[in-house]
């Protein structure tokens, strides 16, 4: 097992794509392990960051049911400008300013701790569904790694969450764009080491693995609306 104290330099050499960090994951003697373990601890960091610094961006902000009567003003105007039912579109403003709220902490009280258990529970879900994905796509096109060692390569994936350490300064965001792209290119890496496949394969398993991850989000996504048109949040 590695020591924690080396995450911080595996995680920089991670973000510029550096073998030797990838290479250590799969030669460790129990990678899967050591990878759920560099995913908590680097999630959890960001999660804590994201919690502060909503916290201290929450504290400087109007009330959330205050901002809620401004928007629904606002559109009240809009609506009536331009000669629109405003009462079904009311409805969602309020719901999605619900959930924008409870996700972000600017609801208050238990919810700025949310990041704290999002973030690494998020993380872990895309790790193992990574690591799964890839290792499958990748043995078809001739990769010989074992899933144990993809599990300790892909968890390098998480590396660009050390950026949401910025978050720490209120109303400082990190472009989620950047991180995924970002990510991607880890995972890029981390196939074609674990796997030992060449680079064109590697990257075509990398990309299948996202558009399989896009086709579940929309569906995911059809079914939510489906749902939320029968009987709202309710």
Known sequence: MLQPRAYPEFVAKALVLDNDPFE????????????????????????????????????????????????????????????LPAASAEQIITDVWAIATLLTGYAGGWSHLLPMLSVPGMALVWWLFFSVTSFGIARAFGGSGSLSATFGATALTVAPLSFLLFSLVPFATVSSALLITWSGLIGY?????????????????????????????????????????????R
């Open 24 to 83: 250590a994951m799969v030669d460790d003697d129990n990678p899967w392990m050591e990878g759920f373990v560099l995913v908590v601890f680097v999630s959890f960091l960001a999660g804590l960051a994201l919690a502060v610094g909503g916290f201290l961006t929450a504290a400087t902000l109007p009330d959330p049911h205050v901002m809620l009567a401004a928007l629904l003003k606002g559109w009240r105007q809009t609506a009536a400008i331009l000669s």
């Open 189 to 233: 890496r981390a196939v074609h080491v674990a796997q030992e496949i060449d680079w064109r394969r590697a990257a075509l398993t990398t990309l299948l693995v996202y558009v399989i991850a896009i086709v579940i989000i929309l569906l995911m996504g059809v079914a939510f609306g489906a749902g939320y048109s029968a009987g709202g949040l």
